[in-house]
């Protein structure tokens, strides 16, 4: 069933281990990090899954004294010292330092396949209830959360709650200044603008907070009947139209460091502040996280005078993009819906509505981190698919 291993033998001076497996192909290992690696009860502890050798124990320069094959499903590996490892073919496999093998791995724990959508987006439905009381609608969910950013939940109870299940189903919410779940209603004396009837232009929520929250639920308790609609566009689709339109309008965009700001009381009293840039890359220019709100972005602008009107050029090419029709995508909340969006990518607004004595728009909303959705993600997939 599993590849076993044909031949195993040393080279440059005893400093690195080949493996041949069954089809013939090979495997390369450094002997550093193969004695880093030891499996055995000293070097490893099995009820964590950690390491337990030591760092300074861990001879940077070591090389094999012998090393043998067992059976094809395992080798093990004689060290100066005399302290041996084993590892198994399977496992070595998974290792595999070949640029494929890397990239499957890489696939498999953080999932970076994206499908970008601009306004002829298919918005995602999936019943409420089903996510919370099914584990394959659950993998389903979170799997589509990632890969498309934005998943609709229907059918949740038109009361306050619902999010605390969801977060529960999850694992749990992430608390912020706002309460670890907030109101969005209009509010006397609105500590944020999102607590108005006013308009909201396109924007990530907290990019005050240096660790911005990666996943927003939004839960539809009351709607307004007239207004108050609901936009969202994929932030990394425009960055990427963007930087092809006008590379350097990307390149001030995701260079400039933005101060933001936030003061007031709601869970606690607060002064925040950070810098951000609107679009954070990767190491290879590629769009990671989008940190735009224009209603927290602070009046103080920490950046040289001269390049103060070129920022606020780049800015404006960005915002138009996102606006443009070919790009956003409009629908309208009813009670009882929960929208799940990936806020380090999917930017969003909502439309103005009348203010009247009593509150007829009422949203519940919450935030989860990316590391806990995708820990529930892996955990699910192991479930459903039965692997591992
Ligand atoms: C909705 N609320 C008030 C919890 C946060 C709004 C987003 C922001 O201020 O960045
Ligand atoms: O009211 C809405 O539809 C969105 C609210 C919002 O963006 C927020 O609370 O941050
Ligand atoms: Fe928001
Ligand atoms: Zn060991």
């Not at 031949?7 to 497996?21: I, P, S, T």
């Not at 953080?110 to 609608?137: A, T, V």
């Not at 009348?354 to 989860?368: F, M, N």
Request: aromatic share 10%; charged share 30%; proline share 3%.
């Amino acid at each position: 069933m599993d590849l076993g291993i044909q031949k195993v033998e040393v080279f440059d001076a005893g400093h690195f281990v080949r493996v041949e497996w069954e089809d013939r192909n090979k495997s390369c290992y450094p002997c550093v990090w193969l004695r880093d690696n030891c499996q055995c009860p000293h070097c490893f502890l099995r009820s964590a899954r950690a390491r337990r050798l030591l760092f300074e124990d861990l001879d940077v320069n070591i090389v094999v004294k012998e090393v043998a094959l067992a059976d094809r499903k395992k080798i093990s590996i004689t060290w100066p010292d005399e302290h041996t490892s084993e590892y198994e073919a399977e496992w070595l496999k998974k290792r595999c330092f070949s640029e494929e093998a890397r990239a499957e791995m890489r696939e498999d724990l953080f999932l970076p396949e994206r499908q970008y959508w601009g306004s002829e987006l298919q918005l995602p439905k999936m019943p409420f209830e089903e996510i919370i009381s099914n584990d394959e609608s659950a993998y389903k969910w979170l799997c589509t959360l990632k890969k498309v950013g934005i998943v609709l939940l229907t059918g949740a109870a038109t009361t306050q709650g619902e999010l605390i299940k969801l977060g529960n189903r999850i694992g749990f919410l992430r608390l912020t200044f706002y309460g670890p779940t907030w109101q969005v209603q209009d509010k006397a004396d609105a500590n944020n603008v999102a607590y108005t009837t006013g308009k909201l232009c396109f924007h990530t929520d907290y990019p005050v907070l240096q660790h911005p929250p990666g996943v927003q639920f939004l839960h539809c308790i009351k709607q307004t009947a007239a207004g108050g609609e609901s936009e969202v566009v994929d932030g990394f689709h425009v960055a990427n139209k963007l930087k092809k339109q006008n590379p350097q309008a990307y390149q001030i965009l995701s260079s400039t460091a933005v101060d933001y700001t936030d003061v007031g009381v709601d869970y606690c009293d607060f002064a925040v502040q950070c810098k951000q840039r609107i679009i954070d890359v990767d190491s290879r220019g590629q769009a990671v996280r989008i940190n735009y709100n224009n209603a927290t972005r602070d009046t103080v602008f920490d950046i040289p005078v001269e390049k103060v009107r070129s920022f606020y050029k780049a800015l404006k090419e960005f915002d138009d993009l996102l606006n443009s029709t070919e790009h956003k995508f409009t629908y309208k909340l009813k009670p009882g819906d929960i929208v799940t969006f990936d806020n380090w990518r999917v930017l969003h607004g909502r439309q103005s509505y009348q203010s009247g004595s009593e509150v007829t728009r009422h949203l519940e909303g919450a935030y989860a981190d990316w590391d806990v959705v995708m820990s529930r993600l892996r955990i699910l997939r192991k479930k459903v698919l039965k692997r591992d």
